[in-house]
Nanobody, 120 residues
Framework: QVQLVESGGGLVQPGGSLRLSCAASGFIFSIRAMRWYHQAPGKERELVAA???????HYADSVKGRFTISRDNAKNTVYLQMNSLKPEDTGAYYC??????????????WGQGTQVTVSS
């Protein structure tokens, strides 16, 4: 059974930082591209960052230079380091995976996500 469990969200002021984690199980983690998605209140879920099994990365323009995605294959965990947070980063963050870096549909079901609120 595929499981994706996000954690690490919280309330921060603009300019602050958070580190999100996603613990994965039920598939061969090391060969799958891992992805982070953001869903702002009232908006559609959208891809924020992705990392391939080989370490290639992709970032949405809105977060490039501020967020960093990484993975630890020994722990079956993918991380999202979020720096210089802005109010528009507020929302739920979800992880998922695919065969390709960003091109194919997410293969896992959606978990509960973790909430990030950036507010002064």
């Amino acid at each position: 059974q595929v499981q994706l469990v996000e954690s690490g969200g919280g309330l921060v002021q603009p300019g602050g930082s958070l580190r999100l984690s996603c613990a994965a199980s039920g598939f061969i983690f090391s060969i799958r591209a891992m992805r982070w998605y953001h869903q702002a209140p009232g908006k559609e879920r959208e891809l924020v960052a992705a990392i391939s099994g080989g370490g290639s990365t992709h970032y949405a323009d809105s977060v490039k230079g501020r967020f960093t995605i990484s993975r630890d294959n020994a722990k079956n965990t993918v991380y999202l380091q979020m720096n210089s947070l802005k109010p528009e980063d507020t929302g739920a963050y979800y992880c998922n995976f695919g065969a390709g870096l960003i091109t194919d549909k997410p293969l896992g079901s959606w978990g509960q996500g973790t909430q990030v609120t950036v507010s002064s």
